[in-house]
């Protein structure tokens, strides 16, 4: 009898582990800052944490048992339904998906997502979201304002680009690009010794380090060669900062203002005749 008496104090031990382990696993998902949740090879959802219900307002009770579909955006529905049955073949993806909450509001979710498993089958999907829809508004008004920005850059009479800490180019705008006699996607990128000749270049290194190392504005006047004739050049130089507040690069606006310095050596000479 002592032996049986073992096996079943073994096997009770054995089981309070498995259930002390698995509640330990329920807490963190429950907790967990992702949604998290599971669907059978129907697409029929099986469990999903507390998160789900906080972000969406759906209860999981009320789900379980029931397809995924009706709360996906029609748009999203072949995608996922692809991405289901790849996984159910034993591959791993990351996507973006759109679904509605409870109040048929539009959530952007980022999705990762594996096969679920069970005895070495695979019985489902296991799902890890996390709500974006913030970041996404935001990324697509940033878009919007440097949309708009970059057709009043093209639309200026005035030459304007952005000059990083390696000397590189990284944006010009058509009027700058027509000045030096070459198109704008092959002047993105280069150094600024390539487009100008040595003395112009030391000079502008100058100008644009003063900026990186104060990060403040300035204001300079210079000739500049373009394509065989001197400009005369009012030109702004200002700091673009990150969110760190570190200079990352510089923007110029300039003006040619050659005609304007020819009426003051005009009028210059004229006060000095009389």
Excluded at 204 to 218: A, C
Aim: overall charge positive; hydrophobic content about 35%.
């Amino acid at each position: 009898l002592l032996p049986h008496a073992s096996h079943r104090r073994g096997r009770k031990r054995i089981g309070e582990e498995l259930k002390a382990s698995e509640q330990r696993y329920r807490t963190i998902i429950e907790h967990a800052n992702d949604m998290i949740w599971t669907v059978d090879t129907e697409g029929r959802f099986i469990f999903g944490n507390r998160r789900i219900e906080e972000v969406t307002g759906h209860k999981v009770a009320d789900w379980v048992g029931k397809p995924y579909a009706p709360i996906v955006h029609p748009d999203d529905l072949a995608v996922v339904a692809d991405i289901h049955h790849k996984v159910l073949s034993g591959q791993s993806h990351q996507y973006t998906l759109r679904i509605y909450n409870k109040d048929g509001v539009i959530i952007m979710l980022s999705i990762s997502v594996a096969p679920l498993y069970e005895k070495d089958k695979i019985v489902g999907t296991v799902n890890f979201g996390r709500d974006i829809t913030a970041r996404k508004l935001m990324e697509d008004a940033l878009h919007q304002s440097e949309k708009r920005y970059r057709t009043l850059a093209e639309a200026a009479n005035d030459m304007i680009f952005i000059v990083d800490r390696n000397w590189c180019v990284q944006y010009v705008n058509s009027v700058g690009a027509e000045q030096l006699g070459i198109q704008a996607p092959d002047i993105i990128g280069k150094k600024i010794e390539a487009l100008f000749h040595p003395p112009v270049t030391e000079r502008m290194k100058k100008s644009l380090q003063e900026v990186f190392n104060t990060g403040k504005p300035i204001y300079s006047r210079n000739q500049t060669p373009f394509r065989g004739r001197e400009l005369w050049l009012g030109t702004w130089l200002s700091p673009i900062k990150d969110s760190n507040k570190n200079v990352t690069a510089v923007m110029g606006i300039s003006r040619d203002i050659t005609e304007r310095k020819q009426m003051e050596d005009t009028l210059r000479e004229s006060e000095l005749k009389h």
